[in-house]
């Protein structure tokens, strides 16, 4: 469907799906309500093929008389955090969060240790689904502003933004709250970094409502998924993101990986050999590149284990 973002903007039969449980979507609409919606019979029979309707999609609504909703069109999305998951049908494409303004990435400066191997993964994704990144170095009391500013020192020239806080002592916490407002923001990391404390740093008691849908949405065959953002006081919404660990690269070829770091895909063309894996190819510039100290090893180191298909365990 092709609908101008003026049109949406404007119109008040127009909504944002704030959360979505089986088969039931509530959407907020311009006007401030939340109404609890199904799909009409025609989004149904699309469904089959991906997730017509996610979380953090625009869609417009019908009112019924009960007070329920009918969603009857979706807006074209701007990107999505996706994953495209093979079935007996076909591929079938599975929208976590749709239109996400930026991907914030918390990780601890200690307890526990970085795992920047975790991090780089999740570049990637947010590389090949075109999605800006904020990182987040949390516990930055742990260790003190200079240790920190050492660990994360790689990311910065890479054009990934690295902002340091202390959800315990407050530090930087009016900045990445300044970072989240009027934006849709889809947060991840690994477990034990302060994800909740910094959300009730930001907002009391937001990190407990994160969590609360967390713990329902859980692992196991009979859990029913529940995906939801969270709204800020003074705007915008933020979605968490427990899941994205498992977000396989199954459906990225090695050599689709050169493009998803920044300081080797310009590189590429430069290697003697056009299918280059980096690894032992005489005339390789992504080589000669880690040999002069202009790629880190450990990104390169990275590069290869994901070329490899090794993965990082939570």
Not at 127 to 145: F, H, R, S, T, Y
Not at 152 to 160: A, E
Not at 167 to 185: F, R
Not at 202 to 221: C, F, M, N, T, Y
Request: charged fraction near 20%; aromatic fraction near 6%; charge should be positive.
């Amino acid at each position: 469907m092709s609908t101008s973002s003026a049109s949406v903007t404007a119109d008040p039969t127009w909504g944002q799906v704030v959360r979505a449980q089986s088969g039931f979507y509530t959407v907020r609409m311009r006007g401030g309500q939340s109404v609890v919606c199904r799909l009409r019979g025609r989004l149904k029979k699309m469904h089959r093929q991906g997730d017509v309707v996610a979380v953090g999609d625009w869609v417009r609504v019908t009112l019924l008389s009960d007070g329920s909703g009918v969603i009857e069109a979706v807006a074209p999305r701007q990107r999505a955090l996706e994953r495209r998951a093979p079935t007996a049908r076909g591929t079938y494409q599975q929208v976590l969060l749709a239109n996400p303004d930026q991907l914030v990435l918390v990780f601890a400066c200690a307890q526990p240790e970085p795992r920047l191997r975790m991090l780089d993964r999740f570049l990637v994704i947010a590389e090949k689904q075109q999605i800006p990144v904020l990182i987040v170095a949390n516990k930055v009391d742990l260790v003190g502003l200079e240790r920190a500013q050492e660990i994360f020192s790689i990311y910065p020239p890479l054009g990934y933004p690295v902002l340091y806080t202390s959800a315990k002592v407050g530090y930087g916490v009016a900045e990445l709250k300044a970072h989240l407002i009027g934006k849709l923001s889809a947060l991840a990391g690994p477990s034990g970094v302060g994800k909740s404390s910094l959300l009730n740093a930001i907002q009391p008691d937001l990190g407990l409502a994160v969590g609360s849908v967390r713990e329902k949405g859980g692992k196991g065959r009979h859990t029913t998924v529940v995906r939801q953002l969270f709204p800020l006081e003074g705007g915008g919404y933020v979605a968490d993101m427990p899941g994205l660990r498992t977000l396989a690269l199954w459906d990225t070829q090695p050599e689709e990986l050169d493009g998803y770091f920044p300081e080797i895909r310009d590189l590429v063309s430069q290697c003697q050999f056009n299918d280059c894996t980096h690894t032992t190819e005489p005339g390789c510039a992504v080589r000669e590149a880690v040999a002069q100290g202009k790629i880190h090893p450990h990104r390169y180191e990275s590069y290869l284990r994901l070329r490899q298909g090794e993965e990082e365990d939570e």
